[in-house]
């Protein structure tokens, strides 16, 4: 979670993008809510781990976004989980609201964040 204003307002930036307003969506019928003050499409993901979401990783998943998070920025990262960093955008907000299930659009955004960060130089 953010801690400063600068990355608060990168992060309330970043999720004026189509896929994070995607990924609210979902969290609103969860029990977490959509926090503003949190990156949405990580927060997805996170439940969706919290809710029985298993991936196949050498590192723990949960480990794994918290290095993202920091590593990468909000926006940044938000790209990447939909392609757009590597140039293709492989996962759209409308692509991902064919989900019906909160779990499964988690799943989504998990797969294609982790497929993306393999595919980079």
């Not at 480990?63 to 990468?72: F, K, S």
């Not at 392609?83 to 064919?98: F, P, R, S, V």
Request: glycine share 4%; net charge negative.
């Amino acid at each position: 979670m953010p801690t400063d204003r600068a990355q608060l307002s990168a992060t309330e930036q970043a999720n004026q993008h189509p896929l994070n307003q995607a990924a609210a969506s979902f969290l609103r019928k969860t029990d977490w809510g959509a926090s503003p003050h949190a990156l949405y499409c990580l927060s997805l993901m996170r439940w969706g781990l919290d809710n029985g979401l298993r991936v196949k990783t050498i590192v723990e998943p949960a480990y794994l976004l918290l290095q993202l998070e920091d590593a990468m920025g909000p926006l940044r990262l938000t790209r990447l989980a939909s392609g757009e960093a590597l140039g293709e955008e492989n996962l759209t907000a409308e692509h991902l609201l064919q989900e019906t299930d909160p779990l499964d659009a988690a799943s989504l955004l998990l797969e294609s964040l982790l497929d993306n960060r393999a595919a980079m130089p």
